[in-house]
Nanobody, 128 residues
Framework: QVQLVESGGGSVQAGGSLRLSCAASGYTISNYCMGWFRQAPGKEREGVAAIYTGGGSTYYADSVKGRFTISHDNAENTLYLQMNSLKPEDTAMYYC?????????????????????WGQGTRVTVSS
């Protein structure tokens, strides 16, 4: 019933930009903590950014702070991740996640165990 579908991934050169989208169905995103995660080959899945869709704080991993921006459009029931100044180390599968809860506003929002709804992922490849 609840479904998250990511889109917007692709291949870009270092320094380029991508805008990822996460379209939600089966529920409205206005009362959810939602986040973006990524996983590169051979590495653990890591939290990238989180936001409470009802308003409030955002939280970013240090590795993307100043380059990535998480946002949402409740009317479109969609979560976004604007990625600028991309680096080769940003190459990964990117996943959208959600939980019907307030975000804590801190590190816990980037922990995958906090979320119970997940998308299938969209691939981002950044080349030198």
């Amino acid at each position: 019933q609840v479904q998250l579908v990511e889109s917007g991934g692709g291949s870009v050169q270092a320094g380029g930009s991508l805008r990822l989208s996460c379209a939600a169905s089966g529920y409205t995103i206005s009362n959810y903590c939602m986040g973006w995660f990524r996983q590169a080959p051979g590495k653990e899945r890591e939290g990238v950014a989180a936001i409470y869709t009802g308003g409030g704080s955002t939280y970013y991993a240090d590795s993307v702070k100043g380059r990535f921006t998480i946002s949402h459009d409740n009317a479109e029931n969609t979560l976004y991740l604007q990625m600028n100044s991309l680096k080769p180390e940003d190459t990964a599968m990117y996943y959208c996640a959600a939980v019907r809860s307030y975000c804590s506003g801190g590190f816990a929002d980037l922990q995958e165990y906090e979320y119970n709804y997940w998308g299938q992922g969209t691939r981002v490849t950044v080349s030198s």
